[in-house]
């Protein structure tokens, strides 16, 4: 129906219905948007979309040394191959052939001369199939002139190969305090790497358009930084590139840089060929050829006294960073921020060696470097509480940050204003029966020679907000149309952790409307320009409030022009239940949004968030790099086999605070997918290269990511009731992103304790990560090595 001006009938007060309920779109457990399409295959991903009749297929030939000169590189039988279009060499890029998010220059695209890695693209050829590129592709007469390589932590740490300068932190003088106190430990552990295992590999369709532009679809969780590069590798403005991103199939931080690169081979194929180009990496390609996450050396220098509480440490970080940086250094950090873990300790020196190897350039991977930092803390506690006799808990709970007061300051000088983890702590060691368990599992234990059990509570703060400062911003458009329907648009991406649902949640909640009244839509660097990666588990605290404001704009307008039109004062207008009510009148949110309209109202705003609060210096390493933390606690229970050195998770129990969870059925997914997810990097997941430094797990046949099997048979997870953030974040809500991988760390620790079990208890394993059969069979079995 259309509205005539000056005569609005839903304004009659007889149709004014008072009872309208408030429609609770935040706070709810609405399910996942694409939940349907995921489960019958009719969500689009990028391989999906339907292909233009002129697309060419590209795919890569890589390098099989791990460092070498190229003499001499033979494409003529690849040229010559049927169906075959071009092929692409360094040589060929008109702009700049470089991947380095951090503008270090320091990746190329296709190697130059210099091969740094097994694995490293070389070449890509263009053809009619896919199939017919890659057969190609191994035609290549590829010669080289073998480098000596460094293929491991301790070589680089011993030659000084570094990506980036070591980095220092320290509070105190750590030296003198070790020297005093009343006991000492010291010790090593190693944590391993992480392949990223997204389901949807690394792809990318690349569109030519008018005038040299070119539109790329990828699966990336940083769209423009993709635009920028492939920009850059075109020697074109960035607006001559596009980037749309609907979404990705699992990225985990394997997408934040690592998409790049095939999206630029991408955008130069389609540029030069005058077709449409994709690129799908297979499996094996994609692991040996993108980053993973970092594996460390971790050793430590601990003094503490009879009780348990820690007065000084020495901690040492070696990380494996691959050929360049990519997000090294950012990751270096947090690990060092999180070495603290829960505790408060007084005397501190973390020494952080970035090391250059001759392997992939490692990357962004859940936890971005902090879960490696609390393994290296959780172990230490275990190895304290080990030799004092003592419940690792009561360790755990002694070295717990204060809520208040000088022990409640970080080594980087960050005031903890937000500790509930003596809350948290309380309720699950009673909710999980801890104590009782802890007490049955000894009488088991001592009973059974072959299958030992063991027990772990562990605490997790993980500090959300991007370490470097400028990148916590965030943008968004919102358009209402004349229907009142409404387009929903902002820089975050969704990888499957139902970021867009809950943005969806807060503009729906804003305007009042039903939530299938907002339109989600693909991300696109053409809507909002200039964004960070949707990473660090920041993407719900910034996109949530870049589109409130938006949404808020809009509404602003609105409430004028009500009042206006209807001589009523804003105070007494309201949005409620798809309705908008002006003291005794009420009309439709679809009719306010056409009156307006016909009003020449704006119905079309942006909305632009900076996380307030936060700085960091990185010269002297203090400052108030978060905002606020995400805590969380986790008691797990295994069962370990002395004879084949399998381990079985038996049962898990989950607090988490998410503070005001705007939608409990995603956090828990997040919960159960992270704590999942954390448990395969420190039980089953193992990377291994072999003497030349080819990765040899490269597939699902010898790479065990965890499955439903390795679900513990009693999984319980709860939200923590009481949660509320203290900072003024999106309807006070906290990240849950990464978090919750760290509260693995206790299946980590429970393995600990049941080899110690078998051991006779005083002597700490030295149980690296992952924790595989193998590993524990070497542990029970020290002798043998
Ligand atoms: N959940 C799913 N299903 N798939 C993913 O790829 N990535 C994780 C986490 N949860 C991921 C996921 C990582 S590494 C981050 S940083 C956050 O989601 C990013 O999303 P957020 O900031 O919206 O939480
Ligand atoms: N987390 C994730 N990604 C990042 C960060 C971070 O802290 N800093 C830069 N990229
Ligand atoms: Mo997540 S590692 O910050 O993409």
Not at 94 to 108: A, R, T
Not at 367 to 378: A, D, R, T
Not at 710 to 738: C, H, L, M
Not at 765 to 778: K, Q, R
Request: proline share 5%.
């Amino acid at each position: 129906m259309g509205l005539r001006m000056g005569s609005c009938p839903m304004l009659d007060p007889e149709n004014t219905n008072r009872t309208r309920q408030k429609i609770q779109n935040v706070f709810s457990a609405v399910t996942h948007d694409s939940a349907g399409k995921h489960v019958s295959g009719t969500a689009l991903y990028v391989d999906d979309l339907p292909e233009p009749g002129n697309l060419l297929h590209c795919y890569i030939g890589t390098s099989e040394y791990a460092h070498a000169r190229i003499t001499n590189m033979d494409l003529s039988a690849t040229r010559q191959y049927k169906g075959v279009i071009q092929v692409l060499t360094a040589g060929d890029i008109p702009g700049s052939n470089d991947i380095s998010p951090v503008h270090l220059h320091d990746e190329p695209v296709l190697a130059d001369g210099l091969v740094q890695f097994a694995g490293q693209p070389l070449f890509a050829v263009l053809a009619e199939t896919r199939s017919i590129a890659r057969q190609a592709a191994q035609l290549a007469k590829v010669e080289y002139e073998e480098l000596p390589a460094i293929l491991d932590i301790e070589t680089a740490l011993a030659d000084k190969s570094f990506v980036l300068d070591p980095h220092i932190l320290q509070r105190g003088d750590t030296q003198s305090a070790l020297a005093s106190a009343p006991r000492r430990l010291q010790g090593e552990v190693t944590t391993g790497g992480q392949d990223h295992f997204y389901l949807e590999g690394q792809v990318s369709m690349a569109l030519p358009g008018e005038d040299g532009d070119v539109l790329i679809l990828t699966s990336s969780q940083h769209p423009s930084e993709v635009q920028l590069l492939v920009a850059h590798s075109l020697g074109k403005p960035v607006n001559a590139v596009t980037v749309e991103v609907r979404r990705m199939g699992g990225a985990f931080g394997g997408k934040e840089t690592q998409a790049a690169q095939w999206a630029i081979i991408a955008a130069l194929l389609a540029d030069t060929s005058g077709c449409p180009v994709k690129i799908r990496l297979d499996r094996d390609d994609d692991m040996c050829s993108t980053g993973k996450r970092h594996d460390f050396l971790i050793r430590y220098d601990v003094g503490y006294d009879a009780d348990g509480r820690i007065q000084a440490i020495e901690f040492l970080h070696a990380l494996r960073c691959g050929i360049s940086a990519d997000l090294s250094g950012p990751i270096a950090d947090r690990a060092m921020f999180h070495s603290d873990n829960a505790y408060y300790l007084p005397n501190i020196k973390i020494a952080s060696y970035r090391c250059k190897t001759n392997t992939v350039s490692n990357t962004a991977f859940r936890g971005f470097g902090g879960p490696q930092g609390m393994v290296g803390i959780e172990r230490v506690i275990d190895a304290i509480a080990q030799q004092l006799g003592l419940d690792p808990l009561a360790v755990r709970r002694l070295n717990l940050y204060d809520k208040d007061g000088k022990r409640s300051i970080t080594p980087y000088r960050m005031k903890i204003r937000d500790n509930v983890l003596h809350e948290l702590l309380t309720e699950l060691e009673e909710s999980s029966g801890y104590q009782q368990r802890r007490r049955q599992i000894e009488a088991f234990n001592r009973h059974s020679p072959v299958i030992k059990k063991g027990i772990a509570l562990t605490p997790a703060k993980f500090g959300i907000s991007f370490t470097t400062t400028f990148l916590n911003q965030a943008g968004a458009l919102v358009h209402v149309y004349k229907d009142g329907s409404v387009h929903l648009n902002h820089g975050g991406t969704e990888m499957g952790q139902g970021l867009m649902i809950k943005v969806a949640q807060v503009v729906a909640e804003e305007f009042q409307i039903d939530l299938e009244r907002v339109k989600i839509t693909a991300t696109n660097t053409g809507k909002v320009p200039n964004t960070s990666a949707t990473a660090a588990s920041a993407g719900t605290d910034m996109n949530g409030m870049a589109a409130r404001a938006a949404a808020r704009k809009i509404k602003k307008r609105l409430l004028k022009f009500v009042s206006k039109r209807f001589d009523v004062d804003k105070s007494a207008i309201s949005f409620v239940d798809n309705h908008v009510q002006a003291g005794e009148f009420e009309m439709s949110f679809a009719e306010l949004a056409e009156a307006a309209w016909l009003a020449r109202i704006s119905l079309s705003a942006t909305g632009f968030y900076r996380t307030p609060k936060i700085n960091y210096d990185p010269q002297t390493s203090t400052g108030r790099p978060f905002l606020y933390f995400a805590y969380g606690a986790a008691v797990s229970e295994v069962e370990i086999d002395c004879l084949t050195g399998e381990s079985l998770t038996t049962r898990v129990d989950i607090l988490y605070d998410v503070g005001k969870s705007l939608n409990p059925a995603i956090d828990i997914g997040q919960i159960e997918g992270g704590f999942i997810q954390g448990a395969g990097w420190l039980t089953s997941e193992e990377l291994c290269w072999d003497s030349k430094g080819r990765l040899t797990t490269h597939a699902p046949s010898t790479y065990k990511i965890p499955t439903i099997g390795d679900t513990p048979a009693s999984f319980n997870v709860q939200i923590w009731k009481k949660g509320r953030n203290r900072e003024k974040t999106i309807y006070r809500s906290k990240a849950i992103g990464e978090p919750p991988l760290m509260l693995a760390i206790s299946v980590h620790s429970a393995i600990n304790q049941a080899i110690a079990s078998k051991l006779g208890g005083q002597i700490l394993p030295a149980l690296n990560t992952p924790a595989t059969p193998e590993a524990i069979l070497t542990c029970l079995h020290p002798k043998e090595g």
